[in-house]
């Protein structure tokens, strides 16, 4: 099922004048959803399309699955253990089919859809094998099916065949530790590199070696990362795009 083709769907918080030119041959159609359709609530955080198909549309206010005909939508419910642990929904990646990694300010749940039963992971104090920290902003799965967190404060990587977590947080003057701890998205490129965007700048992560490296912004080599700040990373054609604060 694929429910785009020659149709976009758009989610809106603000609704902005747009002008869009196509050639005379192109014909695009545009629908409108919001809450008035039963999307939970207007302010999209996250975009996602499952191996069914099927989208995802995380809000502030709830994560929504949608058809292409209606909204199942997935709430936290105070006091119940089997909802979502916060209202704000940022990430979401789907691992095994049916099996949902979902991201909030209060901790990482995993939701099986076909039991609808969730799992969560939060941050403890107490022990090293948690979670780094609650808010987190994405999740990742690697090629080793490894699941990577990047929150705001580190970086978790989620062994699924030990259950167990390997946290990263930048200190200085400590080395194989990332450049930054304010991490916003992953990417792997065929080398079985991680690469890692976030505030601070990029870094690459090698599954082979375990060995991290930083790029940084060098004025005087125009080779160099020219771009910190990273909001956004992707791979096509063995090149890495870079998305940033400040250009691409």
Known sequence: MNLFKNNVLIFFYFLFPIQITFSQSQQINFSYLSSDNGLSQNQILCVYEDSQGLIWIATQDGLNLYDGFKFRVFRHEPGNQNSLPDYAVNTICETDTGIFWIGTREGMSRLNLRTGKYQHFIHSADSANSLVDNYVWKIFEDSEGNIWIGTRNGLSCFNTQTNSFTNYKYEKGKSNFPSNNFILDFAEDSDQNI???????????????????????????PESVSLNGIMSLFIKNEMLWIGSYSGL
């Open 195 to 221: 690469w890692i965007g976030g505030r601070g700048g990029l870094d690459r992560y090698n599954l082979r070696t375990k060995n991290i490296y930083g790029y940084k912004l060098v004025p005087d080599r």
